[in-house]
Structure formats: C-alpha cells, structure tokens
C-alpha cells in the first residue's frame, strides 16, 4: 500500500460526458502528478501539482483539467468525453515540487470505460 | 523526438533465472531515469533512481545500469521468482522540472 488513495476504483459513462476523478496524496506530501494509461500508449504524463499550484504539464487534452486542494487532495476533470479516452489514470505523490530525483508513490488508479 | 524504447517487449523465463531488460532514450536535456515495476492492475513502483554521474543502482535482486553517453540503460533480475512477474517500465526525467517520459514497458513472465 503506497498511501495513496484513489476514488473512484472503476468508472463507467458515455461518450459526452463529464467526470471528476479523486486523489488523496500520501501524509505530508506536497506534489500530486496525474497520469493515463492506455493499452497502446503505456503510462502518460499529465500534470502536476505542487501546494495547490500547477507546477508542471505534459500532454493534457484541453478537455482535461486538474486542481490541488488546500487540503491537498486533487481532482481530475474529464469532459467531453471520447471512446478514447476509456484508460487507467492513475494518481501519484512525492514529497516536494521537483521531479528530480523524488520517488514518486503511485495510488491503485481508477479504471474509466467510455461507452 | 524525446522517446524511450524498451526491449524486448515481453519475455517469459524459468523461475531461479536471470534477465536482463533494456532502455534507450532520446530523452535531453536528461535530468534522471527510473525503472519501474508494475504489477497487473496496480500501480507503477519504483525499484530504482539514477542522475548522469552513477552507472549502477541495486536494490535487492534488481540492478540497473546507465550510460549516459550512449543513453542506454539495463533492468538485470537475479535468480528470478514468481513473484517478479510483472511490466517494467523505463522512465526517463527531462530537465530539471520536466515532464517524465515513459517507455511502454517490458512484461516479463517467470514461470515455474
């Protein structure tokens, strides 16, 4: 167990639609990254949050936005939302902002199936 | 094109062999790379972290290697087990507060 939390654990909807994704970082960390996984892309960087600000962004649909809590929680909202879209997303923690050297602690991700 | 390849794509050993799975990467400015291991289902874990200056990490029966100047990298298992069956993924940091980028991983089977 990372300490990671994620909820939903599975999430089914139809194209169109909207859904938010939640994250629970670990106790004391500061920065939370969101990640996608699909079949044929393997693991995708998102975004990243570092205390409450967005520190970093990889490939993010526009139709994709993300947010940290002061409680540091974050979520992910997906709209729109495209059969390709249908993936694991996982959600991941580490102690400070750089990507440096930080081990990054993963949570079980949320498996999403758009139909 | 900041790109990480991985070999081979799958392999299936005997349990209480060795492997050895490998990384390269296009990846620069080159800040670290990672190898993950990630069972079916979960979450990537990391087995190890390494800058441009080491060239070898263990942590227990794994041990990566690097070469910055060929931008090559090995995931080595030893006296593998059952337990090991999983993908391992190479992660390749870029710059110092840039995005990571993934290879799609090698799945490796260790059967009985």
């Known amino acids: 167990d990372s300490g990671v939390t994620q909820t939903p654990k599975h999430l089914i909807t139809a194209t169109g639609q909207r859904v938010t994704l939640r994250c629970s970082p670990r106790?004391?960390?500061?920065?939370v990254y969101w990640y996608q996984q699909s079949l044929d892309q393997g693991l995708q960087f998102l975004i990243q949050?570092?205390?409450?600000?967005?520190?970093a962004k990889g490939n993010i649909l526009e139709r994709f936005s993300a947010q940290q809590f002061p409680d540091l929680h974050s979520e992910l909202n997906l709209s729109s939302l495209e059969l390709g879209d249908s993936a694991l997303y996982f959600c991941?923690?580490?102690?400070?902002?750089?990507?440096?050297?930080?081990?990054?602690?993963f949570g079980p991700g949320t498996r999403l199936l758009v139909l | 094109k900041n790109q990480v390849e991985q070999s081979p794509q799958s392999l299936i050993i005997l349990e209480g062999k060795n492997c050895t799975l490998q990384?390269?990467?296009?990846?620069?400015?080159?800040?670290?790379l990672r190898w993950y291991k990630q069972d079916t289902g979960r979450g990537p874990v990391s087995l190890t972290i390494?800058?441009?200056?080491?060239n070898t990490k263990s942590n227990g029966r794994y041990t990566a290697t690097l070469d910055a100047d060929t931008k090559q990298s090995s995931l080595h298992i030893t006296a593998s087990q059952l337990s090991d069956s999983a993908s391992y993924i190479c992660?390749?940091?870029?710059?110092?507060?840039?995005?990571?980028?993934f290879g799609k991983g090698t799945k490796l089977s260790v059967k009985p």
């Open positions: 991941a923690s580490s102690s400070h902002g750089g990507q440096g050297r930080e081990t990054q602690y």
């Open positions: 106790s004391g960390d500061l920065s």
């Open positions: 949050y570092y205390n409450g600000e967005e520190r």
């Open positions: 990384c390269n990467y296009t990846v620069s400015p080159f800040s670290n």
């Open positions: 390494m800058t441009f200056s080491e």
């Open positions: 992660v390749v940091s870029r710059g110092s507060q840039g995005n990571l980028i």
